[in-house]
């Protein structure tokens, strides 16, 4: 009975221990599976590539820059007389003139309080009545002048013939002799007399037409035909003229012609030639694109922060009239276009393939074209492979292929390009062809994340790696 009960007591023991060492052997055998499927991740990555595909579409060579639509001929309306703003004229639909209103050439646009010009324009056409005035009696005076100059002609005459005798005194006949000289000197201070009030005629004449233009400069009149973009007064305002002409409005000639007026930098601007196509967006109009050419590249530069930049004037149509004055333009100089060409990724043509990727059959050829002797030493193949010839904006270079876990190389001639793409032509080379743009990270069982609490697995074979 104590024997049997003893026998129980030694396999309820036993138990517990099987099933621990059961979990301990299915937990080695995940952790050989886990470690197994780490390190063959590890070996596909290390042959895998970075491709793109071979597209076909346009290519632009281009220079951007910022620049404002402006408006092609504007004329600043200003005052030329001081005085109050009493009131605006009517544009050509009859109404107060204002922002965006249409005017003829002669419009009235304002009117500046004209009293006191009145009273001056009216005191200079009193000053040239009594020129006028002046200049009569000054003539009136000189035909008595004359007359009296007869008479004393005619008395000394007479007293020639008589002489001094005892029939005519010698003081008599001294008396005939100057009043006939007086006479004829009279006569010419007449004459001076007549000068004289003609000149103050005149000078009253000009001082009345000066007047009469300040009293004309009260009404501002349009000088031209176009649209007002600007008006910079209000009724009740007070314009001082003085030195300079204070402006009133700003009138643009025709808003169907406009500009844009873009800052270029110095290292661009030899490029920009007039006649040059350009396109340009604004945005008030997301999505809608305008065209345009180079009119002329101003020669007066200018220098913001030691950076030099020249205006360059591009002129646009706008019969549509949907561009407005002073809107920002995001402007795109076109240097050189390709329609419908092969293009790859930049980054096709800058990668190149260690000698151990590249595909044993092709090994040869390649070290051959690249002017290298032997076999591959290990090192990434040069960059002139298969080696460069331009000729008429284009170089000879070389495009890789994936073949598994090699490349090959496809020779083919690289033209132009936009900064992100490359036109390309070659034998062989199709729309659609998968190129070698770099290569994924390099993930080996070697050099695995460096998080320290990452586990770290001994390498293949079991043997650890010594720190």
Request: proline fraction near 4%; charged fraction near 25%.
């Amino acid at each position: 009975m104590a024997q049997s009960r003893a026998t129980d007591i030694s396999s309820s023991r036993r138990k517990p221990l099987i099933r621990r060492l059961l979990v301990a052997v299915v937990a080695a055998l995940i952790v050989a599976l886990a470690v197994t499927w780490y390190l063959r991740r590890g070996d596909a990555q290390t042959a895998s590539y970075r491709t793109d595909q071979v597209t076909r579409g346009d290519l632009l060579v281009s220079i951007r820059a910022t620049g404002t639509v402006q408006p092609e001929e504007v004329v600043d309306v200003g005052a030329q007389v001081a005085g109050q703003i009493l009131s605006f004229g009517k544009d050509a639909n009859d109404k107060t003139v204002d922002y965006g209103s249409f005017v003829e050439a002669g419009t009235v646009l304002a009117k500046i309080d004209d009293s006191l010009y009145s009273a001056e324009e009216a005191q200079a056409q009193a000053q040239v009545q009594s020129a006028n005035a002046a200049v009569q009696r000054a003539e009136a005076d000189l035909e008595q002048l004359k007359a009296k100059l007869q008479q004393a002609e005619r008395d000394w005459q007479r007293a020639q013939k008589l002489g001094p005798s005892e029939a005519l005194a010698q003081s008599t006949y001294d008396a005939y002799r100057s009043a006939y000289d007086s006479a004829t000197a009279n006569v010419a201070v007449g004459r001076a007399a007549i000068l004289q009030a003609k000149a103050s005629q005149a000078q009253a004449e000009a001082v009345l037409r000066r007047t009469q233009r300040n009293l004309g400069y009260c009404t501002i009149k349009s000088p031209v035909k176009g649209v007002i973009v600007d008006r910079r007064v209000n009724i009740g305002q007070t314009v001082v003229a003085s030195l300079n002409a204070p402006s009133l409005f700003l009138i643009a000639k025709d808003l169907k012609r406009m500009q844009v007026w873009v800052a270029v930098n110095e290292a661009d601007i030899g490029k920009i030639r007039p006649g040059l196509a350009v396109t340009f967006t604004v945005d008030a109009f997301p999505g809608e694109t305008f065209r345009g050419e180079v009119g002329k590249v101003r020669l007066n530069a200018s220098m913001t922060q030691n950076v030099v930049t020249y205006t360059v004037e591009i002129l646009t149509d706008n019969s549509s009239g949907r561009l407005l004055p002073y809107l920002t333009a995001n402007v795109q100089f076109e240097l050189d276009r390709r329609n419908d060409v092969l293009r790859v990724p930049n980054a096709a043509l800058r990668w190149r393939p260690s000698a151990e990727q590249v595909l044993p059959e092709a090994r040869e050829a390649v070290e051959r074209l690249a002017g290298r002797k032997g076999k591959p030493d290990g090192g990434s193949v040069p960059s002139s492979t298969p080696g460069t010839d331009s000729s008429a904006g284009t170089s000879r270079t070389a495009l890789w292929l994936p073949e598994g876990q090699h490349v090959k190389p496809i020779r083919v001639r690289a033209g132009m390009t936009d900064g992100a793409f490359t036109e390309v032509q070659g034998e062989g080379l199709a729309e659609g062809m998968r190129v070698v743009t770099g290569g994924q990270a390099q993930a080996s069982n070697q050099d695995v994340a460096t998080n320290p609490f990452t586990p770290k697995f001994p390498p293949r074979g079991g043997t650890a790696r010594p720190k």
